[in-house]
């Protein structure tokens, strides 16, 4: 079950990511919109590594438990 809410989180992250990444690409942004841009890609990136990790430690921990 976490691995079926681990992929649909980072399924949707990385989509809201890719969105935020086109539109950074397809200008039109003043520089604080695309500083803002930006640092919503990185959190973006930083959440999806937390999750993986997260999901990583649970599945090493499952196999320790067996």
Do not use: P
Not at 14 to 24: F, G, H, I, K, M
């Amino acid at each position: 079950m976490i691995d079926d809410f681990t992929r649909v989180v980072i399924k949707n992250l990385e989509e809201a990511r890719r969105a935020r990444v086109d539109s950074l690409i397809a200008g039109g942004s003043d520089l604080g919109a695309y500083k803002y841009g930006c640092g919503e890609i990185h959190g973006l990136d930083i959440a999806i590594a937390e999750i993986r990790a997260v999901q990583e430690k649970a599945e090493h921990n499952h196999d320790t438990d067996d």
